[in-house]
């Protein structure tokens, strides 16, 4: 099974930065596309931003030009630096990633427990 660990939220002022860290941890054969989802109080789960195993990216437009994701394969983890925040940036943030537990296991995805960002005005 694919555990996700994410770290890295907190609270912090607007027009500050924050950088969440997700790592795929246990017994898998591969991790595939990696992630960022965020819920807002009394809002739908929205992808934030997604990025493929060779490193192609999206993101949602409300972040563009301010959150960079990134990973680190060797580590099976999932970066995403948040800059320029604003309050419409505060939500839970969930790290995705979609892959296989075994080489016979279908692709499935898994969700990490969710980071609490806040940001302040």
């Known amino acids: 099974q694919v555990q996700l660990v994410e770290s890295g939220g907190g609270l912090v002022q607007a027009g500050g930065s924050l950088r969440l860290s997700c790592a795929a941890s246990g017994r898998f054969f591969s991790i595939n596309n990696m992630g960022w989802y965020r819920q807002g109080a009394g809002k739908q789960r929205e992808l934030v931003a997604a990025?493929?195993?060779?490193?192609?990216?999206t993101y949602a437009d409300s972040v563009k030009g301010r959150f960079t994701i990134s990973r680190d394969n060797a580590k099976n983890t999932v970066y995403l630096q948040m800059n320029s925040l604003k309050v419409e940036d505060t939500a839970v943030y969930y790290c995705?990633?979609?892959?296989?537990?075994?080489?016979?296991?279908?692709?499935?995805?898994?969700w990490g427990q969710g980071t609490q960002v806040t940001v302040s005005s």
């Open positions: 995705n990633a979609d892959g296989r537990a075994t080489i016979r296991s279908i692709s499935r995805d898994y």
């Open positions: 990025i493929t195993s060779a490193g192609s990216t």
